[in-house]
């Protein structure tokens, strides 16, 4: 049997003898050639219906282009798109927020002053810390109401209430000079006080800015100077009696000698004298020049404040004769004193009532 033979053959030496014999699969054949050899191209348009066979290579390949990739890129943009794209505006508007802010913020904050400590008006002012950046100036945005911003009111009126000095709240009886004292014990500063508050609450109650002041108050060491738009300066004279002190009666108004501000300081006296005088002259208090000293016209709160205060002093009256008068006549008192400064703070010229008196030397025994 041949057959048998040669597969026999075939069986033992592993190859076969007749190489024609043998038949491999052609699909190992073909995929060896494939592999080795290049391909034959394929002419453009050969395969292709939608081409004639007859178009220039360029034609069809922009047709192909034009045809056939139109799917695919569709596709890939259908797959690029998710439902979550918007959420890189929001980031892309948070980063442009944070960017602003951080700009805004750049100049750092100036630091706060301790509460406890007083700034110093003579101090020169130097930036303590300047800013990194240069600080854009940006529009502010229109406030609901302007900010108001209190500056020191100058007071309209100023009284020294004369030897009184503030030192354990309002106790008079602290006072170290409480000035003249009578025998049984009635105080030139129970007087003074008195109708200086009195005066005062008529003047605020018609609306003026006043303040009280000490005898030696503290706004007289102040820099630059107390200069409030009238000052007045409260005493009641000495408390002698006897035939000997008949002169001992009546008040007196006077101003500085020299004046800085003679005729505002004139003015001052005067509208007080008028208006203090239709009191007195009720309970007949004369207006007593000739007790005019040193004491008023030198009077040391005139040298301490701004010396173009119109300022003025008043000897209410004698506590010894006009110790009535002092005593139980305040409210009347306050009234003229109230009316004489009003007038003045009004630019009244106050037609003199008694002639502007001179100082003298008179020497009280
Ligand atoms: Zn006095």
Redesign the pocket.
């Known amino acids: 049997m041949r057959v048998c033979c040669a597969n026999a053959r075939y069986a033992l030496t592993g190859m076969p003898e007749d190489s024609s014999e043998f038949k491999p699969l052609p699909r190992r054949r073909k995929k060896s050639e494939s592999a080795a050899k290049p391909r034959k191209r394929t002419p453009v348009g050969a395969t292709t219906p939608s081409v004639t066979r007859r178009t220039a290579r360029s034609t069809a390949a922009a047709a192909e282009d034009a045809a056939a990739p139109r799917p695919a890129r569709r596709r890939r943009k259908a797959a690029k798109k998710n439902s979550f794209g918007w959420l890189k505006y929001v980031a892309f508007m948070a980063l442009v927020g944070i960017g602003v802010y951080f700009i805004l913020n750049l100049q750092p904050t100036p630091p706060a002053p301790p509460a406890n400590e007083t700034p110093d008006p003579n101090a020169t002012l130097v930036p303590t810390s300047a800013p990194f950046f240069p600080v854009i100036a940006l529009p502010q945005l229109p406030t609901a109401a302007p900010t108001f911003t209190p500056t020191p009111t100058i007071p309209q009126v100023a009284i020294v209430a ?2 009184w000095a503030q030192e354990s709240g309002d106790a008079v009886a602290t006072v170290r000079d409480s ?2 004292t009578c025998p049984d014990g009635l105080r ?1 500063v129970d007087i ?1 006080k008195s109708v200086a508050d009195k005066t005062l609450a008529l003047l605020k109650q018609r609306g003026y800015h006043v303040v009280l002041l000490q005898e030696f108050d503290p706004r007289y060491e102040q820099e630059p100077k107390f200069a409030p738009k009238s000052f007045l300066s409260i ?2 004279d000495s408390c002698l009696v006897g035939a000997d002190y008949s002169y001992a009666t009546g008040y007196k108004i006077a101003h500085a000698e020299p004046s800085d501000n003679e005729q505002e300081d004139s003015r001052l006296v005067t509208c007080l004298t008028r208006s203090y005088d239709k009191v007195a002259s009720k309970y007949d208090k004369p207006f007593n020049a000739n007790t005019i000293t040193r004491n008023m016209t030198e009077y040391h709160a005139f040298r301490k404040i701004d010396p173009r205060t119109p300022a003025a002093i008043i ?1 209410l009256g004698f506590l010894g004769w006009d110790r009535d008068f002092l005593v139980n006549h305040q409210d009347e008192m306050a009234q003229g004193l109230a009316n004489g400064l009003d007038a003045f703070l009004h630019g009244s010229a106050c037609v003199p009532a008694t002639a502007t008196p001179q100082p003298t030397e008179t020497v009280l025994p």
């Open positions: 004369g030897h000035g003249a030139e003074t005493h009641a000897e």
